[in-house]
């Protein structure tokens, strides 16, 4: 029942787009639906991965337009974008894939104004954190599943899709807070449902 928690904050992640941007970086794109969305705003946007199985099925996907996409194999926290370049960097589920410190270079590629927004998962660590993932996520993860398998069974079946590569989180949300405070400052965490949080930087 492949209800998709990253794809349930993208509405919430579009939102972060700071006015007037025209250029985007997708970190860890994989198969390209949220560069898609950007591109459907009209944002020009490079999406990155470092799977190219999943290079392959965003780029056979296309643009919707009015902006363009383009992506390419690369892994992020070796090759670094060049500075100054982005009005808007969006890393979904991947940061945790790279060294946490991949968000200075992150940082520096933003132009003047322009925002870094990371969708990422951490371990539970304040009372909050708890209450938000333990308490209240399993009960609407299970509703969400139950309702997404229940409008497949009446399409005809789940689609079949390919899975970007998955990897397991090492830091606690305290870690995150802490570490993220000290390489961008005035940055904003918020902790969300699905186990998943929400930080955003923006380089004024």
């Known amino acids: 029942m492949p209800f998709?928690?990253?794809n349930f904050y993208h509405s919430l992640l579009l939102k972060q787009v700071p006015e007037?941007?025209?250029t985007a970086l997708d970190v860890g794109c994989g198969a390209g639906l949220f560069a898609r969305r950007l591109a459907a705003?009209?944002?020009d946007v490079d999406g990155v991965d470092q799977s190219a199985?999943?290079?392959d099925i965003a780029t056979a996907q296309g643009s919707p337009g009015p902006g363009r996409t383009e992506y390419r194999q690369q892994d992020i926290a070796e090759a670094a974008p060049s500075a100054g370049r982005y009005d808007?960097?969006?890393?979904l589920a991947s940061i945790h894939h790279v060294p946490f410190e991949t968000v200075t270079s992150l940082r520096a590629a933003l132009r003047p104004g322009g925002v870094l927004a990371i969708l990422g998962l951490g371990k539970p660590r304040s009372a909050r954190d708890w209450v938000t993932w333990g308490l209240a996520s399993p009960p609407l993860n299970l509703a969400a599943r139950l309702l997404v398998h229940t409008g497949e069974r009446l399409d005809g079946g789940p689609p079949t899709t390919a899975?970007?590569?998955?990897s397991d989180w090492a830091m606690?949300?305290?870690?995150i807070r802490r570490e993220s405070a000290a390489l961008l400052p005035g940055r904003t965490v918020r902790t969300l449902?699905?186990?998943r949080y929400l930080l955003v930087y923006r380089n004024e």
């Open 41 to 43: 705003a009209g944002l």
């Open 163 to 166: 899975q970007a590569p998955v």
């Open 4 to 6: 998709n928690h990253n």
């Open 20 to 22: 007037g941007a025209r």
């Open 172 to 175: 606690s949300m305290a870690e």
């Open 88 to 91: 808007f960097i969006s890393c």
């Open 193 to 195: 449902l699905f186990w």
């Open 53 to 55: 199985q999943m290079i």
